[in-house]
C-alpha cells in the first residue's frame, strides 16, 4: 500500500508532469466512481494549478472556468496509481481525465481507492498530524501519547493521530530508533520521542528522494518502481540477522498486521 514518500512521489511527479494542463474531457469506466459523472461540466475547461500530497493522498488543484477552485482528491489506497499516458489507457482504467496533452489515467486493479472532487479547502486537511510538517515536534508526540496505553507501533499507524505512516514505515522507523514496537506509547521518554522523530524524518525523505518502496504494486507517475525497498533494515528480513547487533530479525503479527523488528536492539 503506498505510504507516504510514495505518495508524495507520485504528488511531486504530477505537479512537473501537469501543471497548466487543461481538462478537456473526462471518461469513468467504473460505476463506483459514477459520481464524478456529475462533477464533468465542472471539470471540463479546468487548468491543474498545482499538485501536492494531503495526508495519503494526492490533491490536484484546479482553476475551473466558472471562476472557482476546486480540487480533485486522489486516494491511492491498495493499488491504485495515477499515470499519464500519450494513448492508450493502462489495463484496469478506472477513470481517464483527458487533457489538451496526453490523458491522466486513474488505473487501480483491486478498485480501493477513491476520487473525489472537493468544493473547499478545509475538505482536504488530513484527520491527522502529518511527520514531515513543522507542527509535528518530539514535545508534540510525547503530548499525543502521554494517556495512551496503546503499543508504540499501532499508536504510529492510526491515521488519526499521524497520517501517512503504513507498516513498512512504521517498522523502519521503529528499528532505526532502537525502541520496541510493543512499548506502551505513553512510556516513551521525550529523549525517544526526539529520536524517533528525527528517524522518522529522516527516512521519510530519503524515502521520497529515492521515489518510495515498491513490493507488489506501487509505480510512480510514469509506471517506473520505487528504490527504497534496497534500504530496509528490518521490513521482509525475517530470519536474516539484524545489521546493527547481529540478532536476527522476527516478524510477528501486531493488529492483524507483520511487524518485524529486532528484539536484539529494540527496547
Ligand atoms: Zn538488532
Redesign the pocket.
Known amino acids: 500500500m503506498p505510504e507516504l514518500p510514495e505518495v508524495e512521489t507520485v504528488a511531486r511527479q504530477l505537479k512537473e508532469q501537469v501543471l497548466g494542463r487543461e481538462v478537456r474531457g473526462l471518461q469513468v469506466l467504473d460505476e463506483r466512481l459514477s459520481h464524478l459523472r456529475q462533477s464533468h461540466s465542472l471539470l471540463l475547461g479546468a487548468r491543474i494549478q498545482d499538485s501536492r500530497r494531503v495526508g495519503k493522498q494526492v490533491a490536484l488543484s484546479l482553476a475551473c472556468r466558472d471562476g472557482r477552485q476546486r480540487w480533485l482528491l486522489v486516494h491511492l489506497r491498495m493499488t491504485g496509481r495515477l499515470l499519464l499516458v500519450e494513448e492508450a489507457s493502462p489495463a484496469r482504467t478506472r477513470c481517464r481525465l483527458e487533457l489538451d496533452e496526453g490523458a491522466l489515467c486513474f488505473a487501480d486493479s483491486r478498485r480501493f481507492g477513491t476520487m473525489v472532487v472537493v468544493e473547499e479547502e478545509a475538505a482536504l486537511e488530513p484527520p491527522g498530524l502529518d511527520p514531515l510538517d513543522q507542527g509535528c515536534t518530539p514535545n508534540r508526540l510525547k503530548e499525543m501519547a502521554a494517556s495512551c496505553a496503546a503499543p508504540l507501533k499501532s499508536w504510529l499507524l492510526d491515521q488519526h493521530r499521524i497520517t501517512g505512516l503504513g507498516n513498512i514505515y512504521a517498522c523502519e522507523i521503529l528499528?532505526a530508533a532502537a525502541l520496541s514496537p510493543h512499548r506502551p506509547a505513553s512510556s516513551v521518554t521525550l529523549e525517544e520521542w526526539r529520536r524517533l522523530h528525527r528517524h522518522m524524518r529522516r527516512i521519510l525523505v530519503k524515502a521520497i528522494e529515492l521515489c518510495g518502496t515498491t513490493f507488489s504494486d506501487f509505480q510512480d507517475s510514469r509506471g517506473v518502481e520505487g528504490s527504497f525497498g534496497a534500504l530496509l533494515e528490518v521490513y521482509r528480513r525475517q530470519a536474516l540477522p539484524?545489521?546493527?547487533?547481529?540478532?536476527t530479525?522476527v516478524r510477528e503479527t501486531q493488529a492483524q498486521r507483520g511487524t518485524y523488528w529486532?528484539p536484539?536492539?529494540?527496547g
Open positions: 528499528h539484524c545489521n546493527r547487533c547481529g540478532g530479525v529486532c536484539g536492539c529494540q
